[in-house]
């Protein structure tokens, strides 16, 4: 009898953790959405601004309202002794990569170059962190991974091309493309650093710490506008663009990020770039009542699968 009821027992717990599995997959898928739908919010909000509001000082705001707004937590973990201020380079870094080269020079390069250039150039950056991973053996790169990797990428570009492969040669650089290439790598060098620097920290306190980074390196560039152009910054829609990006593309995306970053690590969580195209899409649809076709449709279901296989261990 008892070994009937071991055996019974066994049988639960095997056939429970297949649907553990499936629930934990479905939360990441959705937690990836959520991510996704804040980041491309920054890129709507860069588009509807058109330059109207100068590009450092947005980014400067921008980061400037997290850091304070998170500074409790973070000055707490810093009594703690959690966050260690001796070796305070690896947020520096992370901070410069993440939210300086991808704040200001993102904004500005919006007002020369195209949405599709953005997100083409954008969307190398699960590559390159995966290539990184995978020759310095930071992280395991496995077959799921290389195969989520690649059909993430060609819903990506599916979408960005509009269905015609060959206008992805065709398109003509703009003059901030060399803008977006470096806000990419810096992405890329975030996404492997974020969740490494001040490990013991928690996800909020060192939000506020990379965001300070990120101010304090945009603070001359946005001094400068603010001496240039102050009519532009100082001004009720500038300031309601500081809010919005200081909240819902701020915590709510890089919080978001570094938790799937901790959860499920860098190679992973860089494909959250891919959904950017469907969340951009939808945003549109919803904002600018401009429908998603086929083609976002078809490129949307490959994105998804190539991220659902990639998050398979």
Request: with cysteine; net charge positive; proline share 5%.
């Amino acid at each position: 009898m008892g070994k009937g009821s071991s055996d019974g027992g066994s049988g639960a717990v095997a056939s429970a953790a297949p649907s553990t599995g499936t629930w934990l997959g479905a939360i990441a898928l959705i937690g990836f959405i959520v991510v996704a739908t804040a980041q491309a919010s920054n890129q709507i909000l860069a588009r509807g601004l058109a330059g109207s509001v100068p590009s450092f000082a947005l980014a400067f705001f921008r980061w400037s309202i997290v850091a304070i707004g998170l500074a409790p937590i973070a000055l707490k973990e810093i009594r703690e002794g959690q966050v260690p201020l001796g070796n305070i380079w690896p947020i520096l870094a992370a901070g410069f990569m993440g939210m300086f080269l991808c704040g200001g020079p993102v904004y500005a390069a919006g007002v020369s170059t195209t949405a599709i250039h953005i997100a083409l150039i954008m969307a190398l950056s699960p590559i390159t962190v995966l290539m990184i991973s995978a020759a310095l053996k930071i992280e395991h790169v496995g077959l799921l991974q290389w195969l989520g990797t690649a059909l993430a990428l060609s819903g990506a570009l599916l979408i960005i091309s509009g269905g015609h492969p060959a206008t992805l040669f065709e398109l003509e650089t703009a003059a901030g493309d060399g803008l977006v290439v470096i806000a990419m790598l810096g992405w890329s060098g975030y996404t492997l650093l974020q969740s490494r620097a001040a490990p013991k920290a928690s996800l909020l306190a060192r939000i506020s710490l990379f965001s300070a980074a990120g101010a304090l390196f945009s603070l001359p560039l946005a001094a400068w506008e603010m001496w240039a152009m102050p009519a532009q910054i100082f001004s009720t829609k500038a300031l309601s663009a500081y809010v919005f990006a200081g909240i819902v593309p701020g915590p709510l995306a890089y919080a978001g990020f570094a938790w799937l970053g901790a959860k499920f690590g860098s190679v992973r969580t860089s494909l959250v770039l891919y959904l950017g195209p469907v969340a951009s899409a939808l945003l549109s649809f919803a904002i600018l009542g401009e429908p998603p076709g086929l083609i976002h449709l078809v490129g949307g279901l490959l994105i998804l699968g190539g991220v659902w296989a990639s998050l398979r261990r």
